[in-house]
């Protein structure tokens, strides 16, 4: 079973970049579709980026297309989230998670597998 540990959160201002990293443990790495979600306070957790087991398709949320990037290194059994032009409304809890099964659905969270999540904060 794959294992996910997110990394890379903290405080930026508005404009500024980060960038989250999510380590994935075990062999069955490439057999997992990609995501990450985030939660701010007070909301219900929301879709932001996915990436395919093969890493030749992505999705993102409306919000973020354009500041945002999701990629994938096989060989690290790693997955990043580059966050561009950030923004205060950006600041949330950011959530790696992994499926075998689904990729048009992964949208709706219903995700096999959860990292423990970090936090990203913008201000303004």
């Known amino acids: 079973q794959v294992q996910l540990v997110e990394s890379g959160g903290g405080s930026v201002q508005a404009g500024g970049s980060l960038r989250l990293s999510c380590a994935a443990s075990?062999?069955?790495?490439?057999?997992?579709?990609l995501a990450w979600f985030r939660q701010a306070s007070g909301n219900d957790r929301e879709f932001v980026a996915a990436?395919?087991?093969?890493?030749?398709?992505?999705q993102y949320a409306g919000s973020v297309k354009g500041r945002f990037t999701i990629s994938r290194d096989t060989a690290k059994n790693t997955v990043y989230l580059q966050m561009n032009s950030l923004k205060p409304e950006d600041t949330a809890v950011y959530y790696c998670?992994?499926?075998?099964?689904?990729?048009?659905?992964?949208?709706?969270?219903?995700?096999?597998?959860w990292g423990q999540g970090t936090l990203v904060t913008v201000s303004s």
């Open positions: 998670g992994a499926d075998q099964l689904r990729w048009t659905t992964l949208p709706s969270g219903n995700l096999e597998l």
């Open positions: 075990g062999r069955t790495f490439s057999l997992y579709a």
């Open positions: 990436i395919s087991r093969s890493g030749s398709g992505t």
